[in-house]
């Protein structure tokens, strides 16, 4: 059903409620009010958080409530456990090649000890933790991991974690193990509703559908020297190769390579000419298992004034010879050696 999985983290793959309750209880104490249960907790806790504590304690400052809360949830006596079916699912994103992200408001010491202990931490491409409004988060998270909006959803236990989904324009799924009770869920209309992640797992592979080739475009550009452009990025395990991406539907691939230069290296591209097509399927070179088709072009810039988005981590302007030292991805390594010996390249030698 979709290739990238957000996750929330505190009630949807790990249940740490009895703590925060306990913690939230010790808070709360201290200024004379009484403690909650577990319903009415579900029931009235929400995230943001501060505005939680803004309506209990209108006058306490955060910082001080922080202050008394860290310490309260480190000696909480009920345990921190993984919510069932919540490893057999990530599991199985791992083998499906689905990609996986964690979105939480946890403090990030404690999100980050617990990943460790409950051995998680392969388990996902990045994680954003101590995030006290995500939805001030989830349009980075999309636009830095290139996650196309209709491919991606968000998965979570909480009101806030579905409003999170559709401030990022991607589909919200709600899991009913967690914070807050199911009437509350429904009252914001989930894309989704599953009981817990062994359901939602059951329903991806009932409706998954046939995994089909990506079409991307890159093109190998070029300077009035001869010179040409390399970038090094993480997608090809800090490989060199070239600017380039997937292109959108309904849009035309030289109009992809057009807008995929302009937003990855800030370059206009002239005098674009089709180079050669080739598979690429599951390398190992690159992040995770994909199956892409790559139309490479050859192009010319009238500048060199590169700056880079942040896929890329590095830049080089080098004579192609001079390139082919690099540790160059494949695929860049077949496209500059044709393109060498084709003289695609004007000025290459002079």
Same mark, same amino acid.
């Given at each position: 059903?979709?290739?990238?999985?957000?996750?929330?983290?505190?009630?949807?793959?790990?249940?740490?409620?009895?703590?925060?309750?306990?913690?939230?209880?010790?808070?709360?104490?201290?200024?004379?009010?009484?403690?909650?249960? @577990?319903?009415?907790?579900?029931?009235?806790?929400?995230?943001?958080? =501060?505005?939680?504590?803004?309506?209990?304690?209108?006058?306490?400052? &955060?910082?001080?409530?922080?202050?008394?809360? !860290?310490? +309260?949830?480190?000696?909480? =006596?009920?345990?921190?456990?993984?919510?069932?079916?919540? @490893?057999? %699912?990530?599991?199985?994103?791992?083998?499906?090649?689905?990609?996986?992200?964690?979105? #939480?408001?946890?403090?990030?010491?404690?999100?980050?000890? =617990?990943?460790?202990?409950?051995?998680?931490?392969?388990?996902?491409?990045?994680?954003?933790?101590?995030?006290?409004?995500?939805?001030?988060?989830?349009?980075?998270?999309?636009?830095?991991?290139?996650?196309?909006? /209709?491919?991606?959803?968000?998965?979570?236990?909480?009101?806030?974690?579905?409003?999170?989904?559709?401030?990022?324009?991607?589909?919200?799924?709600?899991?009913?193990?967690?914070?807050?009770?199911?009437?509350?869920? /429904?009252?914001? !209309?989930?894309?989704?509703?599953?009981?817990?992640?062994?359901? *939602?797992?059951?329903?991806?592979?009932? !409706?998954?559908?046939?995994?089909?080739?990506?079409?991307?475009?890159?093109? *190998?550009?070029?300077?009035?020297?001869?010179?040409?452009?390399?970038?090094?990025?993480?997608?090809?395990?800090?490989?060199?190769?070239?600017?380039?991406?997937?292109? %959108?539907?309904?849009?035309?691939?030289?109009?992809? &390579?057009?807008?995929?230069? &302009?937003?990855?290296?800030?370059?206009?591209?002239?005098?674009?000419?089709?180079?050669?097509? =080739?598979?690429?399927?599951?390398?190992?070179?690159?992040?995770?298992?994909?199956?892409?088709?790559?139309?490479?072009?050859? +192009?010319?810039?009238?500048?060199?004034?590169?700056?880079?988005?942040?896929?890329?981590?590095?830049?080089?302007?080098?004579?192609?010879?001079? +390139? &082919?030292?690099?540790?160059?991805?494949?695929?860049?390594? #077949?496209?500059?050696?044709?393109?060498?010996?084709?003289?695609?390249?004007?000025?290459?030698?002079?």
């Amino acid at each position: 059903m979709f290739r990238n999985l957000i996750f929330d983290w505190s009630g949807t793959l790990v249940d740490d409620l009895g703590p925060v309750i306990e913690a939230t209880n010790a808070v709360i104490g201290k200024y004379d009010i009484g403690p909650f249960d @577990r319903e009415s907790f579900r029931r009235r806790f929400r995230l943001p958080y =501060q505005e939680f504590y803004r309506e209990l304690l209108p006058d306490v400052p &955060l910082e001080e409530l922080e202050r008394h809360f !860290r310490p +309260a949830f480190e000696a909480a =006596q009920s345990p921190v456990t993984v919510i069932p079916h919540a @490893r057999e %699912k990530l599991d199985w994103c791992k083998l499906a090649g689905i990609r996986t992200f964690v979105l #939480t408001s946890m403090d990030p010491k404690a999100f980050e000890r =617990q990943m460790l202990e409950f051995g998680f931490a392969d388990h996902f491409e990045a994680t954003y933790s101590g995030v006290l409004d995500k939805r001030e988060v989830i349009h980075r998270i999309l636009d830095m991991h290139d996650l196309d909006p /209709a491919e991606t959803a968000f998965v979570g236990d909480m009101t806030h974690d579905i409003e999170t989904a559709r401030h990022g324009g991607v589909a919200s799924i709600a899991v009913l193990t967690g914070y807050n009770h199911p009437e509350l869920l /429904a009252a914001v !209309r989930p894309d989704l509703t599953v009981p817990d992640l062994g359901v *939602l797992r059951s329903l991806f592979e009932k !409706r998954r559908p046939a995994s089909y080739p990506i079409s991307t475009v890159g093109a *190998l550009l070029y300077d009035d020297r001869g010179r040409i452009l390399m970038v090094r990025t993480h997608k090809w395990n800090h490989r060199w190769g070239i600017p380039g991406g997937k292109i %959108k539907r309904g849009e035309r691939s030289i109009d992809a &390579l057009h807008r995929e230069i &302009l937003e990855e290296t800030s370059l206009e591209i002239c005098d674009a000419r089709f180079a050669m097509a =080739q598979d690429s399927i599951d390398s190992s070179e690159f992040i995770r298992p994909e199956h892409f088709i790559l139309l490479n072009y050859v +192009a010319r810039v009238s500048g060199t004034d590169v700056r880079l988005n942040q896929e890329a981590q590095e830049f080089a302007w080098l004579a192609p010879t001079d +390139a &082919l030292g690099l540790d160059l991805n494949q695929p860049t390594r #077949t496209l500059l050696l044709e393109s060498i010996a084709r003289g695609l390249i004007p000025n290459a030698n002079a």
